[in-house]
């Protein structure tokens, strides 16, 4: 009751009423996820449910403060929700799957929900929600966290800019090359270790085929040194699982000194780089380091090597197979001595086991305490986006998002900055230039119609030219172009389509002031078989062209030539005015700022935003929230 009266001070009684009969999703439930649900909760919201995929781990338990030790393995999201029934006053649905699972969660599950709230890090899985929202209209509210930063962006989808409108950065890979044979940074040695190494050895996710790989080198030398090392691990495979703990050395003298010395027969590789020198200790002494935040020396870690393979040659015989894991110390200590060992021998710095395992484990610093913040913002900012707010403007474009601004320097007097939401960009292929339907196919269409029927069909009711193209966004595959029809006479039953397959179809035109159709994005919903449609119901949609114009600028033609007709320079007079792209400071640190949050890279600082490639890595997901992401 005190709750209930107090929320009904702040919001009135029908604004209260209306809070109990809302529905809204909890997309994750790690750092953010736990306050943001502890915080729907409190605000009394009819029924929740909450999605996530992942299991409690020892590393999560510092800052999710619904889980404790005797929850790790357990799954997050039935956790959190058997954490917070003691307080709750709302019908709560837990389920641990993958939110992109079409058959769990079609379109039209997305679409009973008045309310979405994004707790993720992980890129795909944001692009998707958001995508789901551009297609059912529901506003969706982003949020991300990295150590004293975070931020929050209500999306109304059609009228605000949406998660895809701003460019999102990708994680760092590097070519085969520079892992396997020219290591420069200690993150080099780090994925060499866990991701080719460890892999190979222990691991039933070894690396791709050696005859699949895109190498980065053309030296036909380099890359036949590189698969005949990948067959000689095989056998050194089976040497791990015999459990013979007495060819450990022929271990250490493979990797460390044969590999090596077969490295610097390539002389192409070192004409302008400084040679590596072979391990020169391969026999284990008794000084076995212990203290993780050191830096140990090169023979410490070929002790500590030894030590850790003895230890994992010892579980093979009870596990069929070990995968990495930064919190199991065996698997970390084995990663950690192997890419220092490598990096003495390519005299790059080592690391302490510490920092190698915030690189394998791509660690992002986590504050329990800005987690809380951006949890009660997105909550608190929920309320204009219900409209249960009457006492302000809920208008879209006058509802603030917001971010911290002070600990990334870009102001000294407050700690957050609460901008109005932007327009959406009018070049987002997510938000502005793509209509979305919902294209319902029964087993008879699915079974008798072709193609080209289909695409018929779809030219005579929405008007598209000659010249167009149709694509699987899921799969990112090419279907049919003018170009490319040799799929037209198949059977729609042939292209394996299912619930959940999006299908856009794009005009092609490219004379210069051509009117084209406006894309259109189909989600398929396939009807049970009971359900039978004989033809195919086409939806009604607004028939919403655009003028085609050159991707080439007035100043060149086709070729890359100039055709500019401006003034020469010294003709300008003092009327003439020159822009420059020059947006105003303020506002240009916001947009960066919230660049950066939403796609998990390094904050700005005040002296300089340049990133260190060695610090941008992702070498692994982490948790749901921690890293801001990231894909």
């Known amino acids: 009751m005190p709750r209930e009266s107090n929320l009904v001070k702040c919001i009135g009684e029908e604004s209260y ?86 058959d769990k969660f079609p379109l039209s599950w997305f679409d009973q929900f008045d309310i979405i709230y994004n707790a993720l890090d992980n890129l795909a899985a944001r692009r998707y929600v ?84 895109d190498f980065g080198t053309d030296d036909e030398q380099e890359i036949a040194r590189i698969k005949e090392e990948t067959n000689e691990l095989h056998a050194l495979q089976k040497l791990i699982k015999s459990g013979d703990t007495s060819r450990i050395p022929d271990i250490l003298k493979k990797l460390f000194v044969d590999d090596i010395n077969k490295l610097l027969k390539i002389e192409n590789l070192w004409k302008t780089r400084t040679k590596p020198d072979p391990l020169t200790v391969v026999h284990p002494t008794d000084d076995v380091p212990n203290d993780l935040a050191q830096v140990w020396t090169l023979q410490q870690n070929v002790n500590k090597f030894v030590e850790a393979t003895k230890k994992l040659m010892a579980r093979l015989k009870n596990e069929p197979f070990i995968e990495f894991d930064k919190d199991d110390e065996d698997t970390l200590l084995f990663v950690s001595c192997a890419a220092n060992i490598r990096s003495y021998i390519f005299h ?50 006058e509802i603030p998002m917001a971010f911290t601004a002070r600990a990334s320097n870009i102001t000294t007097n407050r700690y957050l900055s609460n901008p109005t939401l932007a327009p959406k960009n009018p070049n987002c292929a997510v938000s502005s230039n793509t209509q979305r339907a919902v294209l319902k196919l029964s087993k008879s269409v699915i079974s008798e119609m072709t193609l080209y029927e289909l695409n018929q069909k779809i030219i005579k009711k929405y008007g598209f030219s000659g010249e167009f193209s149709v694509l699987d966004t899921n799969s990112n595959s090419l279907i049919y172009d003018f170009d490319f029809d040799d799929l037209e006479g198949r059977k729609l039953s042939r292209f394996n389509f299912k619930t959940g397959t999006a299908l856009l179809y794009k005009d092609e035109e490219t004379e210069e002031g051509a009117e084209l159709r406006q894309s259109i994005e189909f989600y398929l919903e396939l009807l049970p078989d009971e359900e039978v449609i004989e033809d195919l119901e086409l939806p009604d949609l607004e028939r919403a062209t655009y003028i085609y114009h050159s991707p080439y600028s007035n100043d060149e033609d086709e070729d890359g030539e100039s055709i500019s007709d401006s003034k020469p320079e010294e003709d300008i007079q003092e009327t003439d005015i020159v822009i420059l792209d020059s947006p105003e400071p303020e506002k240009d640190d916001e947009n960066v700022l919230k660049r950066s949050l939403s796609n998990g890279s390094q904050l700005p600082h005040a002296k300089s935003t340049k990133l260190n490639p060695s610090e941008e890595v992702v070498v692994e997901d982490e948790d749901e929230e921690d890293l801001i992401l990231l894909d």
């Open 17 to 102: 009423q209306r809070v109990r009969n809302t529905k809204v999703l909890l997309v994750g439930a790690g750092g953010i996820g736990c306050e943001l649900l502890k915080d729907l909760i409190l605000l009394e919201f009819g029924e929740i449910h909450i999605v996530d995929l992942d299991t409690i781990d020892l590393s999560n338990l510092n800052r999710q403060f619904l889980f404790r030790q005797r929850d790790i393995k357990q799954p997050k999201s039935v956790t959190a929700v058997k954490a917070v029934q003691r307080f709750n006053n709302s019908n709560l649905i837990a389920h641990q799957s993958n939110i992109m699972d079409t």
């Open 348 to 397: 790059i710095p080592a690391k302490s086991v510490f920092d190698i395992k915030q690189m394998a484990g791509n660690i992002i610093p986590a504050i329990a305490t800005t987690n809380a913040i951006i949890a009660g913002l997105s909550s608190l900012v929920s309320l204009r986006v219900l409209n249960l707010l009457k006492t302000v403007s809920n208008k879209p474009l």
């Open 130 to 213: 958001n995508k789901m929202c551009q297609f059912t209209g529901k506003p969706l509210i982003e949020s991300g966290t990295s150590g004293f930063d975070g931020y929050i962006q209500p999306i109304f989808p059609r009228d605000t800019e949406c998660f895809d409108c701003t460019t999102k950065e990708t994680p760092t890979t590097f070519p085969v090359c520079t892992i396997r044979s020219t290591p420069s940074q200690p993150i080099h040695c780090v994925v060499w270790a866990k991701n080719f190494l460890f892999g190979q050895l222990f691991s039933d996710s070894a690396e791709e085929s050696a005859d699949n790989q």
